[in-house]
């Protein structure tokens, strides 16, 4: 029911900063909990954060401990990742996804995703 569009990505320098944003479509946006996930040139698509319905809990893989950011606006249909300190390693297309299941770490459980947004962190 829900459909996603991913912005914010784009070159930056080891160090910096970037925020991505998720604008979602339909009516549901509240009912799906919410991921980012990754896929770097040659690799499969890697969990990266995810966040409840209301926003009230986040989860992130190790590598962005500290350094990411999930947040949600249920009010403006939208989802965030604010992502600091970025390393070469970070480089990626980001995708947004929508999930039926709390707290859903695996790509196989998310339903609808986004086109996807490149990020890349120069050194």
């Known amino acids: 029911q829900v459909q996603l569009v991913e912005s914010g990505g784009g070159l930056v320098q080891a160090g910096g900063s970037l925020r991505l944003s998720c604008a979602a479509s339909?009516?549901?946006?509240?009912?799906?909990?919410m991921g980012w996930f990754r896929q770097a040139p040659g690799k499969g698509r890697d969990f990266v954060a995810v966040?409840?319905?209301?926003?009230?809990?986040?989860y992130y893989v190790d590598s962005v401990k500290g350094r990411f950011a999930i947040s949600r606006d249920n009010a403006k249909n939208t989802l965030y990742l604010q992502m600091n300190s970025l390393k070469p390693e970070d480089t990626a297309v980001y995708y947004c996804?929508?999930?039926?299941?709390?707290?859903?770490?695996?790509?196989?459980?998310?339903?609808?995703w986004g086109q996807g947004t490149q990020v890349t962190v120069s050194s």
């Open positions: 996804a929508a999930s039926r299941l709390p707290g859903a770490t695996m790509v196989s459980l998310y339903d609808v």
């Open positions: 966040i409840s319905r209301s926003g009230g809990s986040t």
């Open positions: 339909g009516r549901t946006f509240s009912s799906y909990t």
